[in-house]
C-alpha cells in the first residue's frame, strides 16, 4: 500500500513442490531422491529460473494491461523493475490506484537426465517442474504451479506536492477537540476501488461509516516531521457506500511523537492531518475548510444537522472532543466513558453533531516536511499474551503477571456501569531487596521508568460508549483497550475494579516485520537467550528501532541499532524498517558530514560517538548483504561518503588517541577499568573505512575503493601506534585486545600474543565471564571465532552466575525474559536500569546465527550478496559444548536451513555410509568424532560449505567427509553440483549448488586435550548476595583465586 515511485519494483521467490521434506540431521538420510513423509521428493538439486514473465493490470473491471513483459530470459527474481524490461508499459502508474499483478517462470535444471527421478506429480518434462512461486514484495494466501495468484499493490501520490495536491492541513479550534469528521456523496455509482490517504500528527485512526479502515496502530510513523511527513494509504472499497448513499469519514488524533518530541508531558499542540478520499480513481473529498456561506447555511453552533441535500462538493469538516481526554507515549491515556456515550457513532451518517462540535481550520503552520510514503510495515497487533497469576499483594491492589517482558497494551473486560477510576499501571519488575529499600512482597517497581507514569485510566459515567477498540461494548461488559500509547512491562496493576484473570490480556505491539529466523540449540540456556534477545527486539520495533520500550526514554539510539543490525535481519524481516530509519539517520547529517546520536535527533549530540555514528555505514552494509540490493548502495553512498569523509578529516587533525568520543564501550562491567573511547571509537571509524572499501567495489567505484583501502592500511598502522604500549592494547581489558584483533591492527608477530592475552583473560581470570561493555561484547565474540575459540564463546553464554546472560535469565530476583541494559541489573540504581534493552541482545544475535548455527549470507558483492552465496560452517571445536544446532532463515531468495548434530563415532546411527574413518597415526591419545550437517540451498543459490578442523586442538590429522555415500575427498567422480574447493586434513571447503544436502564428516580430536573440556566443577561460583556488586575478581566456593582451566 501506498507506493509512491513510478517504477515500483517487483520480486518473487521460487521453491520446488517440495521443498518442505527435508531431511534433518537427526534423520541420517542422505539421498537426494529420499521421500517425505507424505512421499514427497526432496527438491531436485541445480534447479534454476530460466525464465520470467510479469502482468500489471488495473485492479478494475475491465483489468486492462498495463504491463506484459513478455518471456524475459533472466536468472533475476528481485528488484525487477516495472517496465524495465521485455515490452514497454502500455500507461504509466496512476496516483492512488490499485493494481494486480502476476509472474510466471520457467525453470530448468543442470542435473543429467539419468541423475532426476520423479517426486510425487512433480514430473520433469522438458526441464520444467512443478513449483510454488512467492511474492516477496505482497503477501498472498495461496501459490500455484508455474504463476501466482494475482499480487495487489496500490501507489500513493505519485506527484505529491506540498499540500497533496489540493488537500490541506486541518486543525481542530480548540486543544481537547480530537475527533474530525466529514460527509460524502459519492454519487449513483457502484463502488469498485476506493483508496483514502491520511496523514496525521502526531498518530491518527481513520473510520470509514463506524468502522476502522485498517488494523495498523500509532499511525503515522515517527520521522524528523521538519523534513518528512509519512501518510498511509488504505484501500477501503468494502467500506465505501456507492448509489447516492451517504457516507461519513473519521479521524481520530492523538499526540504522538508530534507533540512528545523531546520526552516528558506532550506539549499543547492542536492535532493536525491531511486526508483524500478517492472512488473509482476521482478525488470525491479532500481535507478543506469550511467558507464563511457555508458555516452560516450549516448554522455553525446551533446543533443542525449535515443536511442530506448536500452536495459532495459542499462536504464539512467538523472537529469534536472524544473519550480520549489524555495521551502521552510515556505516561498513559484516560478515557472519559461519559464523553463515549456523547460521541457514540460520531463517524456514522446517522450521528447528529451538536454545539460540542466546531468547523475545523486550515492550519496556520503546516508541517514543512515533506509528505513521503513510509514504504514500510506500520505497527500492529502481533500476538496476545493471557494472563499467567493474579495476586493481591495489598488490599484492593490487584497484580498480574504475562510471564513475558513485552511492548504493547493492555485490554482488559470491565462491567458496563460502574463508580469511579480503574487505573492500570505498567512495570517491568516487582520489588525485591536489590532494587527497593523496604519492599512489598509481590507490589510492582516502577522507579526504572524515571518519569514515565505509564498508567492508563478509564473513568466511569452513566454508560459507556464506543470510539475505535476503546471502550468497546461486549454484552454487559465494556473491554478497554488504550489507542494512542504503549508501555513496556511483564507486570499489570489494576486499582479500582478486582478482575478475574480471563479479564485481562496483553496486547503485543511492533511494527509488522514477520519472523524470518529461527535457531534451536541443544542447550535450553541458550535457546532461551535466542527467546529473549527476539523478544527484546520486538519490543524495540515501533516504526524506528528504538533502545528501550518502558522509561522515559525510547530513542531511535545509532549505537544500539549498529550492533542489533545483523541480529534483527536474521530474526526479523526488517528490511524496509531499517531502510527507513537510515532515511532518519540522514536526515540529521550536517552541511561537514556529520549525523547525530539518535534518528530522529531528539537526545544525544552532533557530531556523534563514532560508534554510535557507525551505524550509518553498518546498517547499509548489512542491508545489502542481507538482500543484495545496488539501490540501497545507490541512494545512501553520497551519504556513507560525506560521513566518512568528516572521520577522516577528525583522524587525520586530531590523531586517532584523540579522536573525538560520548559513550566508549557502554555499560561494560562495573568494578572493572573501561577501555578507552578513543579506542573504541578509533575501532569504530576503521570499520567503517573498511566497509567503504567493499561497498565501492560492489558499486564499481574502483577509484573510492582503493582511496578507502589505503586509508584502511593507513590508520590501521595508526591504530597500534596510538593504543599498544607495555605489550597490550590500552589498559588490556577483554574489549581492549579484541578490537584490534577483529580491525587487523596486530601486527603478525604479536597476534598470537595478544589473542592468548584475551582467551587468559576469559577463561582463567574471569573464568568464562565477559567484563565488556556492548561495543566489546560484539567483536569478542567474533574475534574468538576468527580464532577458532568458539566452543570458549558458547561456554561463556552457558554460565549461569554473575556477571553473564544466563545470570540475567535464571537469577532468583527477577529471571529475566528479555535482555537487561546492564549486567547487575537486578542490584542497580533505579535511573538507567531498563530491563528491555536491545544493545547487548543485539551484540549476541548475529552471532549465534553466524558462529553457533553456522549460516551466514555471502560476501559484499552483487553476484554474491543477498544470499545467492550461502556460507555454512557448522562449528567444530574440542571442547564444544553443544550437540545440536538448528537454524532456518527465510531470505528473498527463499527458505535457507542447516542442522548440525555432533556425537562420537561410536553413538552414531544408522551410519550414513560403510566406510570407516581413516585409521589415525596417534590412536591411543584420539578419539572420533562424527558431524551430521542437514543443508537446504534455495533455488539458484550456491553454498560455500567451511568444514574446518584447525580449530580442534591440537589440529585433527584426518577428515573424511561423505555426501551420498561418496567420500568426496578421495573419490575420482564427484557427486553432481559438488565442487571441492579446498581439501587439506584440517580444511575442507566445498560449493553446492542449490537442493538438499546431507554431509557427514568424520575427525578425530585429541583424547588428552578432550579430557580437560569437562571441568564445569572448577568453575561453580556461589551466587551473587542481595547486596554489593562485582569488585573485579570473582572467587569459587572455597575462595580460592584464579583457578584455571585447559581449553
Known sequence: ???????????????????????????????????????????????????????????????AVVWDSGRVESMESRHVVFGSVGRSPQAALSSATAYDWTVSVWVATDVPRQNVALEGRARNVAGKKKLKVQDTGLRTGSAQSQAMS????????????????????????????NLCRAP???????????????????????????????????????????????????????????????????????????ATWGGGEPSRVRKTFIAKLFVNGKEVLASTAATRAEKKSLGEGDGTAVSSERGADDALWVCGEGPVVYDSLYNGEVFDARRASRVQGWDTPEFKIDSHWDFAMIAPAPPPGKLVSPKMPPVRRVAELPALSLSEPAPGVFVVDFGQNIAGRVAISLPRTGTGNVTLRHAEVLQHTGITAHPVPGMISTDNLRSARATDVYMYGEGQGSDGRSGREEGDVVVYEPTFTYHGFRYLEVRGYEPRLSDVKAVVLQSDAAPTGNIEFSDPLLSQLQAAIFWGQRGNLMSVPTDCPQRDERKGWLGDAQLSGEEVLFNFDVVATLIKFVRDICDTQNEVGQIADTAPFTFGGRPADPSWGSALPSLVFYLFKATGDPLVLQEFYPYLVKYVDSLLVAAEIAGLANLYKSYGDWCALPGVPMCSPHLTGSFSFLENVRQMAEMAAALGQTQDEKIYLTYHQSFTRAFHGAFYRNGTYDNGVQTCLALPLWAGAVPPDLQESIADKLVRDLVETHRYHATTGIIGMKYMLEVLSRMGKTDVAARMLQQRDYPSFGYMLTNPHEPATTIW??????????????????????????WLYKFLGGVRAGPASLAAAGFREVEFAPPLGTCMPLTKVSTSLQTLQGRVRMDWELGPCEEASPPLSSKELRPSTNSSSSSCRRLLTSILIPLGSRGHVILDGRTLAPPSPAFTVHIDGVDVLEASLEPWGLEVLQATESLVELSLTSGTWMIETLFEVNAEAASHCNTDAAFNVSPRGGGGGYSGGMQDATGAEGVTATS
Open 1 to 63: 500500500m501506498g507506493i509512491d515511485v513510478a517504477s515500483p519494483r517487483f520480486g518473487w521467490i521460487v521453491e520446488c513442490a517440495s521443498t518442505s521434506s527435508i531431511p534433518t540431521a537427526a534423520s541420517g538420510s542422505s539421498s537426494p531422491n529420499s521421500k517425505g513423509p507424505n512421499g514427497a521428493g526432496i527438491p531436485v538439486r541445480g534447479t534454476y529460473q530460466q525464465a520470467f514473465q510479469i502482468i500489471v493490470t488495473a485492479a478494475d473491471a475491465d483489468g
Open 150 to 177: 494475482a499480487a495487489r499493490f496500490v501507489t500513493g501520490m505519485l506527484n505529491v506536492t506540498h499540500d497533496l495536491s489540493g488537500a490541506h492541513w486541518l486543525v481542530a479550534k480548540s486543544f481537547g477537540q
Open 184 to 258: 460524502v456523496q459519492v454519487g449513483d455509482v457502484a463502488v469498485e476501488r476506493a483508496v483514502l490517504l491520511v496523514a496525521g500528527l502526531g498518530y491518527h485512526i481513520a473510520s470509514l461509516n463506524g468502522r476502522r479502515v485498517s488494523d495498523a496502530e500509532l499511525e503515522s510513523g515517527w520521522t524528523d516531521y521538519e523534513r518528512r511527513v509519512p501518510y498511509s494509504v488504505y484501500d477501503v472499497t468494502g467500506l465505501v457506500r456507492g448509489q447516492g448513499a451517504w457516507n461519513v469519514l473519521g479521524v481520530a488524533l492523538g499526540n504522538g511523537w508530534y
Open 821 to 846: 541494559e546492564l549486567w547487575n541489573g537486578d542490584q542497580a540504581g533505579p535511573e538507567m536500569n531498563s530491563r528491555n534493552h536491545v544493545m547487548f541482545g543485539g551484540s549476541v544475535g548475529g
